[in-house]
């Protein structure tokens, strides 16, 4: 017990550190993209400085750091949640589905579930699987595609690209959060009918 405490401290400490960098190297770009919005253009004969030094540096430091953080963030949480979910229930009908040992075995033990009394979310699932990977592989070549644009000096076409990423995670997480929603309500429903 002692030791998960100062372990999460030493995390603390790492994290805010992090945190700063990221600000230090995170508000330089948005700044200059505001500024490039009040003032319409930027002379050209300092145009490729300003944008090296306020955005270029900036983001070769801030996206790695903000993966890795991100990264390390979502781990903790998952670790974390893990406890939890090792007791998890049905997303659909709440009953008490089997326990797994380790993180990786939680689907296996979830399946016979969702395979047999809830099919069509079962395969939902899967199918969201697919969009994802597809989704995921275009994102990669769309930040590829916005790193581009920003060693062109392209700055604003650039930031458009990078919106792609929260843009899609958001899009993806409500319309899930809103069919989950829909498979409840379907299920309530379907047990009025015909209690079992
Ligand atoms: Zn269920």
Redesign the pocket.
Known sequence: MKRFSVESGQHLKRLSRATLILLATGIPPLGFTVALFVLGSIPDNVAPYLTVAFVLVPMIVFLPLFAITGYKYSMRRARERFAKLKNAS?I????HLPDAVRLRDLRRTQRP??ET??PEVWRWGERWKKINILGGTVGIFIVGLATYQLARENALQSILFYAYVPAYILAVYLSQKREIERFRSRWKSQLSENPR
């Open positions: 049905c659909i009908c709440g009953e579930h969702y009394v809830h």
